[in-house]
């Protein structure tokens, strides 16, 4: 679906935009121009950017935290 009729970017532009790492409309228009001419389709732009985020598996800091003390180098045991 077109979200950005300035420049034709469609709602699977913006989703790939989040993916690459755009997280705020000013981002995502920097990457696919959505949202950075008239501004008529911001609040579609964040909708989608809010959906795309919400959908990304959530990383868990601690098992993270706790992966990297438990990694070390080969032969150090």
Do not use: F, W
């Not at 959906?51 to 706790?66: G, N, W």
């Amino acid at each position: 679906m077109y979200v950005c009729l300035c420049v034709g970017a469609t709602n699977q532009m913006v989703s790939d935009a989040v993916a690459a790492g755009a997280c705020t409309s000013k981002e995502v228009a920097a990457m696919c121009g959505a949202g950075g001419d008239c501004g008529r389709c911001r609040c579609t732009v964040r909708d989608i950017i809010e959906a795309t985020l919400a959908a990304r598996p959530t990383v868990d800091s601690d098992a993270l935290h706790r992966l990297a003390l438990d990694i070390s180098p080969v032969g150090s045991h």
